[in-house]
C-alpha cells in the first residue's frame, strides 16, 4: 500500500527545512523549563473529549508552555471508502475543501493562515482525511470559524471542479506515469488485494477524477462531511475549559446530517496467499517481495508488534538485510518495509539483485534469511530495551509538538477506539516484555501465510545477463 495522498499544488511552504530549527527549539524550550517528556508517573497535560448534540467528537489538550496551537479535523473518510466509478473522489474533494464557502471567497482559508505566519496542509488516507492547521494562539477562534464554515456551506461547483480536477490529475501524472516503481506497486496493491478497499490507492484513478461531476462532489459531501463523522483535536496553550467553550459556540450550531461510512473489513480477513510476477520499466535490478499482514490497529497486541516492528526495521542493525547482504552476500540490497493501516498492516522483507538469479533462487535466499531470523537471536534483552528507550525517546519528543500531540489523539480516537490512548502509550510500552515480542514474531511471520511479489525490468542490458553472476566475486562476497 503506497501511503496517503497529501494536498499538493505548490500552495504551502515544505517542512523539509524545519529539522534543525526544530532542534534548536527543543534545546532552548528545555532550557526554559518546559515539562517536554510525559514520563510514567509524571502529570498527563489537561485534556478532555466531549460529543456535541449533534455527534463531532472534540478533544482538547492544554499545553500552557506551547508557543503554537494545532488545530485537526479527522473525516472518517478516505480511499477504502470509495466505489467503483469514483476511485479518487476522496482525494479530489479533500482539495475542493479549501475553495469558497457561502461566506468567504476562494483562497481565504490559506490567506488568514498565512497572514498569521501560520501552516496548514491536508492529506488522504485509506482511512481518514486529515486538514491540520498550526498557528498562533491568538488565531485559532478565526480558523475554528472557517472550519465550521467550509463544513457546511462549501460552495461545490464547475469551476472548483475543474480546477482542482487538473491540480489532482497532474499530481497522478508526477507520481505514477513518471515513476515505473509506484506504478509496479499499485499494480501489484490492486491485484494483491483483490477482494479488500485498500487495494485502492488513495491518489485515485485518473479516468474517475477526470470523469468526476460536480453532482459525484455533493453527494460525496452532504453524506460524508458532516459533524457526526469528524473528530475535532486542538492542541495548544488555551485554556481548556475556555477552549471547550469557545468549540460549543462554534459547532454547536452546526447541524447533524449525512451518515457514516460502513465499517470496511479487516485485511485478515480478505487476503489470502498469493504469488504474483510483474515485469515494469525499472533498472536492471530484480526485487522479490514476500509480506506477512498484521492485525487490524485495535488489536490487543498492538503494542507488542510496535515494538517489534521497531526492532526490525527502525533500529541501528537491521537483521534480516545483516544476515542476506553482509554476511552472506546472497543480494544487493535488502531491506524491511511497514504498512500501517487502521484496518491491517503488513510487515515487508525485500531483496534485490542483478537479474541473472531465478525467482525461486531469489525466494529460497530469502527464506533462508527468515528461518536464521525465527532462532530470535535480534531478539535479545539488551536490544530490547534499546528499542523500549529509543520509542520512549519519540514519546517524550512528541510533547514538544503540538502537531505530533494531535496526530497522536487523532490517530488513537479513530484508529484505536478512545483519545484516550494517547496518553497511556508510555505505560503500555514499558510494560512489553520479550516473551511478548516473541510470541508477536512467531504468530504473525514464522507460522503465517504469505504473499510474493517478484519485479522484473522490462529490459536488461546484455552484459548484466552475460556477466552479472561476477558480482559478487568482484564484490568480495
Request: hydrophobic fraction near 40%.
Amino acid at each position: 500500500m503506497t501511503g496517503r495522498a497529501r494536498r499538493g499544488g505548490g500552495r504551502h511552504r515544505s517542512w523539509a527545512v524545519l529539522p534543525g530549527i526544530a532542534a534548536t527549539v527543543l534545546l532552548a524550550l528545555a532550557a526554559l523549563g518546559w515539562p517536554g517528556a510525559i514520563a510514567a508517573g509524571d502529570d498527563l497535560p489537561r485534556h478532555r473529549s466531549e460529543t456535541l448534540s449533534n455527534g463531532m467528537l472534540v478533544t482538547v489538550v492544554e499545553e500552557p508552555h506551547a508557543p503554537l496551537a494545532e488545530i485537526q479535523l479527522w473525516y472518517r473518510v478516505g480511499a477504502a471508502n470509495e466505489w467503483d466509478g469514483i476511485r479518487g473522489l476522496a482525494h479530489l474533494f479533500e482539495h475542493m475543501m479549501f475553495g469558497r464557502t457561502e461566506d468567504y471567497d476562494e483562497g481565504t482559508f490559506d490567506g488568514r493562515v498565512t497572514a498569521y505566519g501560520g501552516y496548514n496542509n491536508a492529506y488522504t488516507t485509506p482511512d481518514e482525511t486529515v486538514y491540520l492547521s498550526t498557528v498562533p494562539p491568538e488565531a485559532v477562534r478565526e480558523i475554528l470559524e472557517l472550519e465550521a464554515a467550509r463544513m457546511t456551506r462549501l460552495i461545490v461547483d464547475d469551476d472548483e471542479l475543474a480546477t482542482e480536477s487538473k491540480i489532482v490529475l497532474e499530481e497522478l501524472r508526477l507520481r505514477l506515469e513518471n515513476d515505473p516503481f509506484v506504478r509496479a506497486l499499485i499494480t501489484a496493491q490492486q491485484q494483491l488485494l483483490t477482494e479488500h478497499p485498500y487495494g485502492y490507492d488513495p491518489a485515485g484513478n485518473k479516468d474517475d477524477v477526470a470523469g468526476a461531476t460536480v453532482e459525484e462532489c455533493r453527494d460525496f459531501y452532504d453524506r460524508f462531511y458532516g459533524p457526526q463523522n469528524v473528530h475535532l483535536v486542538l492542541v495548544g496553550p488555551g485554556d481548556l475549559e475556555e477552549s471547550l467553550a469557545g468549540i460549543r459556540r462554534i459547532f454547536g450550531p452546526v447541524p447533524s446530517g449525512g451518515e457514516r461510512p460502513p465499517e470496511i473489513p479487516t485485511l485478515r480477513e480478505r487476503v489470502r496467499p498469493a504469488e504474483l510476477e510483474l515485469r515494469e520499466d525499472l533498472p536492471p535490478v530484480e526485487t522479490a517481495i514476500q509480506a506477512y499482514v498484521l492485525p487490524e490497529a485495535d488489536h490487543p497486541d498492538r503494542t507488542a508488534i510496535k515494538v517489534m516492528l521497531h526492532l526490525l526495521g527502525q533500529g541501528a542493525v537491521n537483521p534480516f538485510r545483516e544476515d542476506l547482504v553482509v554476511r552472506r552476500g546472497k543480494a544487493v540490497e535488502a531491506g524491511i518495509e511497514i504498512v500501517d493501516l487502521r484496518r491491517g498492516g503488513a510487515l515487508v522483507f525485500y531483496a534485490a539483485s542483478l537479474p541473472y538469479r531465478r525467482q525461486k533462487t531469489a525466494f529460497r535466499q530469502l527464506d533462508r534469511s527468515l528461518e536464521r531470523m525465527a532462532a530470535l537471536e535480534w531478539l535479545s534483552e539488551e536490544r530490547l530495551e534499546a528499542a523500549k528507550r529509543s520509542m520512549e525517546r519519540e514519546l517524550h519528543r512528541r510533547r514538544y509538538y503540538v502537531s505530533s500531540q494531535a496526530q497522536a489523539v487523532g490517530q488513537a480516537a479513530w484508529w484505536q477506539g478512545s483519545p484516550g490512548h494517547a496518553f497511556d502509550e508510555l505505560d503500555r510500552l514499558q510494560q512489553v516484555t520479550r516473551e511478548e515480542v516473541a510470541e508477536v514474531y512467531l504468530r504473525y511471520v514464522v507460522d503465517a501465510e504469505r504473499a510474493r511479489l517478484y519485479l522484473k525490468p522490462e529490459r536488461v542490458p546484455l552484459w548484466i545477463r552475460l556477466f552479472g553472476w561476477l558480482y559478487p566475486l568482484v564484490d568480495g562476497r
